[in-house]
C-alpha cells in the first residue's frame, strides 16, 4: 500500500519534503495500529495532541486524511485541531539589532554575510528562496519564483540594495551563477545559514533567539507595513496564499507591546 500510496501524492504534484512527512506520519499509524477504525484513528490522535505542537499535530492529521481520501474513506477523516493564535510576535530581530548586526558584519570585512543578511531582510524571501538568488537576478532587479500551479511569484530587490551588490559583485569578479557560495563554491545550504547566523549572534553579544533566517523575513514584513499600510500588496510580495496569514504582521512583537504599556500606563 505504502508504494502505491507514494506514486499516488507524486500524481498530486507535491513536494519530495511533503511526501515523506507524509509517508512518515503513515508508518508511525501502522507502527501503532493494525486497523483503520475511527476508534484507532482518535487513539492516535490523541496520541498526536499529548506528543506535539498543535501545528505539527494538524500537519500529521493532513496526511492520515489524505491516505484515508485515497483509500475512499473519507468518511473516517479527522478534524484539525484549534490553533490558538498568538496576541503578538516572538523572537524578531529589531531594527536595532538589525542595524548592529549589518555593520559588525561590514566593519569585520564578512561582506558575503553582510549581503545575506541585507538580501533576506530587504527582500523578504524565505531562506530556502535566497539560496536560489543569482548575480544574473542582481542584474536584472529581481527574481521570479514559479509555484505549482503554474504561479509565478516575482521577489523585487530593492534600488538601495541593487547599487550596493553591483559593486560588491564586481569586486570579487563574479560574473554570473549562484550569489552565495560556500567555500567549496557550491550554492550555500539552509542549514549552514542558520548555523553560521547563530555564531555571528553569539560573537557579536546578540540574543540568538532573534538571529535566524525567518526572523529577518518578519523584520521585513513589520517595517513594510510601518511605512506603506497595505496589508494585501504585503501578502503578495511575501508569498502568503492567504492575507489571513499575513495579518500575523499587524501585530506588536512583545518587546513594543511592553514599551507601549509601560509609556502609556502610567496610573
Not at 145 to 164: A, C, D, Q, V
Not at 244 to 264: G, M, P, S
Request: with cysteine; hydrophobic share 40%.
Amino acid at each position: 500500500m505504502k508504494n502505491d500510496f507514494e506514486k499516488y501524492l507524486y500524481q498530486l504534484n507535491l513536494s519530495r519534503n511533503t511526501i515523506n512527512s507524509y509517508l512518515t506520519t503513515i508508518k508511525l499509524y501502522e507502527e501503532m495500529f493494525d486497523l483503520i477504525d475511527k476508534k484507532d484513528l482518535l487513539a492516535f490522535k490523541g496520541y498526536l495532541v499529548e506528543n506535539f505542537k498543535p501545528k505539527t499535530v494538524n500537519l500529521r492529521i493532513q496526511a492520515i486524511n489524505k491516505c484515508l481520501s485515497y483509500l475512499n474513506k473519507k468518511s473516517l477523516c479527522l478534524k484539525a485541531v484549534k490553533i490558538q493564535q498568538k496576541t503578538f510576535l516572538e523572537n524578531v530581530i529589531s531594527n536595532a539589532d538589525y542595524d548592529f548586526l549589518k555593520e559588525s558584519l561590514k566593519k569585520d570585512n564578512e561582506n558575503e554575510w553582510y549581503f545575506l543578511v541585507r538580501f533576506l531582510a530587504a527582500t523578504g524571501a524565505r531562506v530556502s528562496e535566497i539560496v536560489q538568488f543569482k548575480v544574473e537576478h542582481v542584474k536584472i532587479r529581481y527574481f521570479d519564483l514559479y509555484s505549482k500551479g503554474g504561479k509565478i511569484r516575482r521577489i523585487y530587490i530593492p534600488k538601495k540594495l541593487i547599487n550596493e551588490a553591483l559593486v560588491w559583485i564586481k569586486n570579487i569578479n563574479k560574473e554570473s551563477g549562484y550569489l552565495f557560495t560556500n567555500k567549496r563554491g557550491d550554492r550555500i545550504t539552509t542549514r549552514g545559514i542558520a548555523m553560521k547566523l547563530k555564531g555571528f549572534a553569539n560573537k557579536y553579544g546578540i540574543d540568538p533567539k532573534v538571529v535566524y533566517p525567518h526572523s529577518f523575513r518578519h523584520r521585513f514584513a513589520k517595517n513594510f507595513l510601518e511605512k506603506f499600510n497595505d496589508i494585501s500588496l504585503l501578502a503578495d510580495l511575501m508569498g502568503h496564499d492567504s492575507i489571513e496569514t499575513t495579518r500575523i504582521y499587524l501585530r506588536r512583537t512583545t518587546t513594543e507591546q511592553k514599551a507601549i504599556v509601560d509609556n502609556v500606563v502610567t496610573w
